[in-house]
């Protein structure tokens, strides 16, 4: 089964930093596009940033586009995914999500995470920025 499990949230100050990651294990690299999305109250989600089953390709949505910056480090026996979170603005505070995304390229998976009937996702970290 897949599982992920995300840490790393919190509450910071607007330009401020977080870095949040996420262990994920239970599917085959190669054919995962991986990444985050978030949630804000009321609001539908949003898919920020993956990368695709290659392990090198990112996409990133234009409202985090140079401020935040995935990786991942898939050496170890889970993969660990990172999301770097830097010039954090109020608006950047939702509940964010580790997900991973079957068979779809990383600029795909921001479309397909919006989707709660696709892919796998874990139980989400809270970022807050005031």
């Known amino acids: 089964d897949v599982q992920l499990v995300e840490s790393g949230g919190g509450s910071v100050q607007a330009g401020g930093s977080l870095t949040l990651s996420c262990t994920a294990s239970?599917?085959?690299?190669?054919?995962?596009?991986v990444g985050w999305f978030r949630q804000a109250p009321g609001k539908e989600r949003e898919g920020i940033t993956a990368?695709?089953?290659?392990?090198?390709?990112?996409?990133?949505a234009d409202s985090v586009k140079g401020r935040f910056t995935i990786s991942q480090d898939n050496a170890k026996p889970v993969n660990t995914l990172i999301l770097q979170m830097n010039s954090l603005k109020p608006e950047d505070t939702a509940m964010c999500y580790c997900?991973?995304?079957?068979?779809?390229?990383?600029?795909?998976?921001?479309?397909?995470?919006?989707?709660?009937?696709?892919?796998?996702w874990g139980q989400g970290t809270q970022v807050t920025v005031s």
């Open positions: 239970g599917y085959t690299y190669s054919m995962f596009s």
């Open positions: 990368i695709g089953p290659d392990g090198a390709t990112t996409s990133y």
């Open positions: 997900a991973a995304v079957p068979r779809v390229t990383a600029t795909q998976a921001l479309a397909f995470m919006r989707d709660p009937g696709s892919g796998y």
